[in-house]
């Protein structure tokens, strides 16, 4: 059923019905979601481009427990800086990238500003320990220092929904045109599989599947906006997920009152990044690899454990 629903969204010709899709900005999907509260103003200094945590509108889809979504809790000019990062800063070596071996990473952004050709080409990159898309399995040898402006931003958003032992350890960037899929898969790679995924998009919109633990399970079908953060727990952490179509975002929040926000993205040439997110979007996907007691993959472990958070428990 859910390679029916993939190949059905990602159609061209018919072209889907997108009235099934939750969309959270629009009425008619109260039946699908319900209204997180978060627990008080968080202790953590707002910073990495994000709102106060009492400003975030926070969601869990209904039929997926564990899938919650925060609507945009960036700034304006956070969405820029998180941009300037996913292709000035983490397109450079040492982290790995499927262009390895047929152009220079260090100098792949200079070569894309005026190549839409060579922009195109990056479709991935790995941040910490780099996975392995052929094993699927991480190795120590195989591992880089996790970009600290990166670790900061997603454990901080960490704590707030009370995963205070949330390490972020490793992360695929994900680079996507208007013509870009992802097809069906689970993420299983990591040893400790209890601990949350994080997602940020960036850019143009894009429709995310979520199934079930098998591929025979319904999925749901919810629209993605610039700026939005998906936490992928509980259930719904080894479920079957998809990006089946990428579409023109109807609104460009990385461009709305930056003249009020102070930032080290005020002093980049904004329109050549903005010219890339026309036709683009982005998405940072980080997770923890290791369990709290390991500091590296060949520490034996004796034994695990997993606090669900208080706020989430009903």
Known sequence: ??????????????????????????????????KVPLPAESPFPSIWGLKPSTDWQVWEIVDKPGLIIIRNPFTSIGQRFWVVQCLRDYSKKPNKSNIDGLIDLDGWWEKAQCNKETAEKLRWITLGFHHN??????????????????????????????????????????????????????????INLEAPLFSVSLGQSAIFLLGGHTIDEKPVAVLL???????????????????????????????SNTETIASPARDIQWDLFEEYLKSSRININVRQVLQPQQSCLSDVIYFTYFVIPNWIVM
């Not at 939005?228 to 179509?245: F, G, W």
Request: aromatic share 12%; charged share 30%.
């Open 133 to 190: 898309w052929d094993t699927k399995i991480y190795s120590d040898m195989e591992k880089d220092e996790f970009p600290c402006d990166l670790k900061g931003m997603i454990e901080h958003v960490s704590k707030v929904f009370g995963y205070d032992t949330f390490q972020a350890e490793a992360a695929i960037i994900n680079y996507y045109h208007m013509n870009s899929t992802l097809s069906g898969h689970t993420d299983h790679s990591e």
């Open 1 to 34: 059923m859910f390679k029916q629903y993939f190949k059905y969204y990602k159609s061209r010709n018919p072209a889907p019905d997108l009235r099934s899709v939750i969309d959270l900005e629009k009425a008619g999907c109260e039946k699908s979601v319900r």
């Open 225 to 255: 906006r610039s700026g939005d953060i998906v936490i992928m727990s509980k259930e719904s952490r080894l479920s079957y997920h998809a990006v089946p179509r990428i579409l023109k975002a109807d609104s460009e929040p990385w461009n």
